[in-house]
């Protein structure tokens, strides 16, 4: 599959927020890099595309790949179908026709998606009257399809197949008006990209935000229009009331004015349609209502994740009752006389039902970890308790200690990802650190009392120098080479308060050598002057002694 949502890892700063606000537990990969920051990187074979991460990010670390690029570039070419969503009218509240007015002036086809949702409010109608289907989730979210095709693949027996509303424009222009042209949406959905190249029919998803960066990159100046202004000359009939299906039931309101005792249901928002579909899986088809018409975004595809909107809830709330009033209000002057609706009337007799059904693909959802690949994972998390292994702070955007360890076992995450891992291990780190340091503690002071004892012996040894005569050439020599080693040996004592191992190890050196020089030179002379004796003894003491500051030096070593 190729990547629709893609990452800027330099932006990244491991916050944990995409993967605590995506819906799909597969669908983000999080890594410690050689700096050791963390960095949460997606998997597009798991990643349904519903966008949450785009708008959730702060940093912007997360963003979308559309064909608002490749369409353009087609455009200059060659003759493009536009179909344009009805959320248009509430991004682009006084521009909206300025926009379509832009592409037909390039020499594109304008149709209106909003005739696609009337057609599939009356697929749905016949297919449940004639018991063509039974108890369904909508489908019109592109998202929503791919959570259930990656991860409740049961619930396919239960997604409606009818195409969505694009996809039943689409399918309209292409067998009932037999045009070939490429085909553009102009869409506020981030998902539509997976369901155009799953079912082939669509070839440019461009949506309404990278469409306004290419307006800007390219200097291009919309004119506005009426804000209460929702008629447009599209080169094919103008839709009716499909024109709400991108508000929250919007779809469900269609079945309604056609069919009040439809039982429906209606959820959306990540945080909530989700769950909510895990749980219908797990409920007995008697408990399931005739429709469960769901969304991804909690407002609708009006504020979808790529339709790049300024507008509140509440503007765009208003504008859809607007769009409603005028809709109706056409329906009742326009189709729909002495109690029939003649738009549906000629759907009848105009069109298949087959025409407008889709398949899906059935995918096998990953294994579930065993317990005991659980526990191993839990160990390396640091979690020896019960207690510890039901923590859930949720601090790496999991909604428990268990779904991280599940996502660890898959590959998708990392044991010091985890908080209270991180704090056993600065825990156990601070406490390593405090007994070093009071060893450390211990062998500086046991070297500065060995360092006073040899300052004392050295001061001992000069002063037994003092007493040795100047018998002979030789003795003089040996008095001049033990003195200059004793102030070698006192200019080192007085000047390093502290010593480190290479300092003591070079006084070692000098201390060996002139130590054999003395007692050849001892031997030559065959003197067995009492002084001598002593000097050589006092000088063994005192490389005994810097032997000593030595090891008590190299034991820092192993701290």
Known sequence: MNEVIIVKPEKCVGCNACVRNCPAPEANITKILEDGRFVTTVNPEKCITCGECVRTCNHGARDYIDDTRECMQRLSKEKLIILAAPA?????????????????????????????????????????????????????????????????????????????????????????????????????????????????????????????????????????????????????????????????????????????????????????????????????????????????????????????????????????????????????????????????????????????????????????????????VFELMGKHTKEDKNFNCHACGYKSCKDMATAICRGLNTPDNCIVHAKSVLTARHSELTAQHERLTEITTKCFALSEELKNNVHEIKSNIDTIGDSTNKTNEKAHLVNELLSNIVTFCESNETMDAYIVKHKIVILETTLKAFTALDENINTTNASSNLIIKSIIEIRNLVDGINATLNETVNV
């Not at 521009?95 to 007015?101: A, N």
């Not at 039902?353 to 995918?363: A, H």
């Open 88 to 376: 248009i009218k509430s991004v682009f509240p006084t521009q909206w026709m300025g926009v379509l007015d832009w592409f037909r002036n390039k020499g594109c086809i304008i149709y209106d998606v909003s005739f696609g949702a009337d057609i599939c409010t009356w697929a749905h109608l016949r297919a449940i009257e004639n018991k063509k289907v039974g108890n369904i989730i909508t489908q019109p979210c592109a998202a929503i399809v791919k959570y259930i095709e990656i991860y409740q693949p049961k619930l396919l027996n239960n997604l409606s197949p009818i195409h969505s509303p694009i996809a039943c424009g689409v399918t309209y222009i292409k067998k009932y008006l037999r045009h070939s042209n490429p085909i553009a949406v102009l869409s506020p959905c981030i998902a539509k990209k997976t369901e155009f190249a799953e079912t082939g029919l669509v070839d440019f998803n461009v949506t309404f935000n990278k469409l306004k960066e290419y307006f800007d990159a390219n200097g291009i100046k919309i004119p506005t229009n009426s804000e209460h202004d929702f008629e447009y000359r599209f080169d094919d009939q103008q839709g009716q009331v499909g024109a709400v299906y991108p508000r929250p039931g919007g779809l469900r309101d269609n079945l309604w004015l056609h069919n009040p005792d439809i039982n429906i249901t209606t959820s959306e928002g990540v945080h909530k349609v989700y769950p909510e579909l895990d749980m219908y899986a797990t409920m007995p088809e008697f408990k399931h209502p005739e429709v469960f018409d769901v969304l991804s975004c909690e407002f609708g595809c009006n504020v979808g994740p790529a339709s790049g909107t300024k507008q509140t809830v509440f503007d765009v709330m208003a504008t859809m009752r607007e769009v409603e009033k005028e809709a109706k209000k056409r329906r009742k002057t326009g189709v729909f006389r002495q109690g029939e609706d003649r738009l549906f009337r000629r759907f009848d007799e105009e069109l298949r039902l087959s025409d407008f059904m889709r398949v899906y693909k059935r995918l096998t959802p990953s294994p579930i970890p065993s317990e005991k690949q659980l526990n191993a």
